[in-house]
């Protein structure tokens, strides 16, 4: 394998380098090829570096695989893309930013401000020719084994129906290339089946995928199809994504627990029935865990960027880099950039 | 109880008399007040009434708590609602509709076309006095057995921030009176709690409500805190709202199925246990089971109108026409009317 290397912004989310630190050491542990910027304040970095792996990490500093770099101010997420933007110099999420810009990390994993990484990635990395804006695009699992790709997760809170048209065609060059899917259906998430349903937007893009024999479209699909893997590629508006799939994670996460609750421990038996039956639900439904696949891809830009939740702990912020890790080992800018060109509707 | 009547539109929804005429025949043995027109195509009505009770169903005609009401048209799911509108004249719909305007009926349930049902509810019922759109409104159970009022759930796909601040203050209002609460908590649907977070008309709205000091405004909530009770209103656009909830139906049903599958039955010991599980589950989840919070109230009429699901069974049908008999004894639209004065934004 070959080396990888990737940039963590170390401030970002809602724990800052608590959770980034000990996700990038355990990184280390598992990937021996791979090397890692630690990017933020580095007291801080610093005191969150596993006292009990100091050996460890001194060797891992001394082969260059683990890098600390200084930064001077955070991106808060209160803050304004723009005005994040302006006054960006020196943070936390820029330098990241800009190791890969000076190709010194394949790519960077940011729990910030989705508004400011996604307008620092444009402005720093630039988008894919043909592309208007980046989408955030996760790989979510649905029923039978099935896999759905699904976006925009957030990044454009407002679309016009050529970003969905956009969105539809890298979504499907990514269910090709990564999920190995011939020809992957492509479906644009509406509030009917019918041809009438829904915003003007959506009927406009529908039009104009229908008329793009190169995409295998199926139509629309509505809210209750969605883990149903009745698409493998599911299109919508970043608000709409983003507040589907935090409902998908919310109920999930309201189940889980309301099962544990209401079953009690009452009796030995009780508890050896309570502790089998948390054993199934893990099995069954542990491929929704919304840690399992954290970290959503920037798609559209000429670099890899990723996503993570603001939310994120340890395991789930670990699973956005081994997002990152995937993406580059999958090499999905290039892909993307390569297919878009014949995918894209010409322009006269 | 005073006397109860709907009329129902009984050729609509995906499966239209085989539907709802078993669910009247049952609404009308189980409330011994209530009254029923069932407008559609006779003949096949007729070919739908239980012949098992036809000496009961004989007496409720006789009584005049069971009319049938000939129709000479449908209007079809796929219907542009202007077009459905204006060839509306002699369709199921409208004669529904004319029964509630004409005072023979207090409500109408209907599950057919939404934007049809919309428009012709407008048309013949007219909207209140400073409601600019009526909006579809479901109780929807949360943890801890609170519930929550959700609005819009799709009669108005797009909505700008004055609809959305009318929601929210009908919203309170069916929260104060239906489910008794003092000084209901309104919050709107974003994709961030920070104020910068989410669309124009979101923010626009926002700051509307923050001015209002009537109303309980607690600010944005995301996608993930749908069900969990930390308000009583959720206000959002009708696009948003259809999808969300209709991805948390998808999500149990799901779920529902999945656990029964594969638990599986290999041994009497795993069946009795799948058994007892199952009934855990139903009386743990059957609350968010979407059969039985079918129908959503179109808010902001002067008469009753409840939209049932499409794809409604009977028992789902059975619990529209019963959300149809709260409306009539809580006496939602008056209410409504007689707190919307005072609360509405002044218009200078």
């Not at 683990?66 to 933007?85: G, Q």
């Not at 976006?151 to 407002?158: K, M, R």
């Not at 409902?247 to 309201?254: A, D």
């Not at 014949?342 to 006269?348: D, G, I, N, R, Y």
Request: glycine share 8%; with cysteine; net charge neutral.
């Amino acid at each position: 394998m070959d080396n990888l290397t990737i940039a963590l912004d170390a401030m970002s989310g809602d724990f800052g380098p608590r959770v980034v630190v000990p996700a990038a050491i355990q990184a280390l542990n598992n990937y021996p090829t791979l090397s890692i910027f630690l990017v933020g304040c580095l007291t801080e970095i610093n005191l969150f570096l596993p006292k009990e792996n100091s050996k460890l990490i001194t060797q891992y500093q001394q082969e260059g695989r683990l890098m600390l770099m200084e930064s001077t101010s955070v991106i808060a997420n209160d803050m304004k893309p723009s005005y994040a933007i302006r006054h960006s110099q020196g943070s936390s999420m820029r330098i990241a930013l800009e190791l890969v810009k000076d190709n010194k990390a394949q790519a960077c994993v940011s729990a910030g401000n989705t508004g400011a990484l996604m307008g620092l990635s444009k402005l720093l990395l630039h988008s894919l020719t043909g592309i208007d804006r980046p989408a955030l695009v996760a790989i979510v699992p649905a029923l039978n084994n099935q896999n759905t790709v699904v976006l925009d997760l957030g990044a454009n809170a407002e679309c016009d129906s050529d970003m969905l048209v956009q969105f539809a065609i890298m979504g499907e060059i990514l269910a090709k290339t990564v999920l190995n899917i011939e020809y992957p259906r492509v479906a644009l998430l509406n509030i009917g089946e019918e041809d009438i349903k829904g915003l003007d937007k959506i009927r406009a893009a529908s039009a104009i995928l229908k008329s793009n024999n190169q995409i295998n479209y199926i139509g629309y699909l509505e809210g209750n199809e969605l883990l149903t893997g009745k698409t493998d590629v599911l299109v919508c508006d970043g608000f709409v994504g983003n507040v589907t799939l935090k409902t998908v994670e919310g109920l999930i996460k309201i189940f889980m627990s309301s099962f544990k609750l209401s079953l009690g421990h009452h009796s030995l038996l009780l508890k050896l029935l309570s502790k089998w039956l948390q054993r199934k639900i893990a099995k069954n439904f542990g491929y929704l865990d919304p840690g399992r696949y954290n970290g959503a891809c920037l798609l559209g830009l000429r670099s890899i960027v990723i996503k993570s939740h603001g939310s994120a702990n340890q395991k789930s912020f670990y699973a956005a880099i081994e997002q990152a890790i995937l993406a580059i080992q999958t090499n999905i800018p290039e892909k993307i950039a390569a297919s878009l060109s014949s995918a894209l509707p010409k322009s006269e």
